[in-house]
């Protein structure tokens, strides 16, 4: 499978991961402590779309034979060093990639208040981080969905 093709279906998987996200962003911690599928729901959607982005980022950063980080956080950061992402921008983004550790890891304590947040928050960051892969992809001369 070619790249585009390849990071054409990780956009497509945060896209949809961004849409149930967005759809939900009005729930209270109340709401998620009362209803275990919708909290269920919820961290597995932020997940999924964090894993994508980190796919997505690997994908670029192999195509352009930058250094492959470490750490999931080093992903953003050295996208930011090439200038794919803006600097800034990936610094403020690099922290997603400790949060998708805890929904991996430690689940069992990710608190109502903090998905709250990264819902209100954080989803912008997520989808920043989209158009910038589109731009990258532009200037690549690769159309995207």
């Known amino acids: 499978m070619y790249f585009a ?10 896209e949809r991961a961004l849409g149930y996200l967005r759809s939900r962003a009005d729930v209270t911690p109340e709401q998620i402590e009362e209803n275990y599928e919708l909290r269920s729901a919820l961290e597995r ?3 999924v779309a964090i894993e994508a982005a980190l796919d997505i980022g690997e994908m670029i950063i192999a195509e352009e034979g930058l250094p492959r ?7 953003f950061l050295e996208l930011g060093r090439a200038g794919i992402l803006p600097k800034d921008f990936a610094e403020r983004i690099a922290p997603m990639a400790g949060f998708r550790n805890v929904l991996v890891h430690q689940y069992d304590v990710v608190e109502p208040e903090r998905l709250c947040e990264f819902l209100r928050d ?8 989209l158009k910038c892969v589109r731009a990258y992809m532009r200037r690549k001369g690769v159309a995207q969905p």
Do not use: C, H, T, W
């Not at 980080?69 to 992903?75: A, T």
């Open 69 to 75: 980080p470490e750490e999931y956080r080093g992903v």
């Open 5 to 14: 093709e390849k990071v054409s279906r990780k956009i497509a998987v945060l």
């Open 122 to 129: 954080r989803l912008a960051d997520l989808e920043d981080f």
């Open 45 to 47: 959607n932020f997940q």
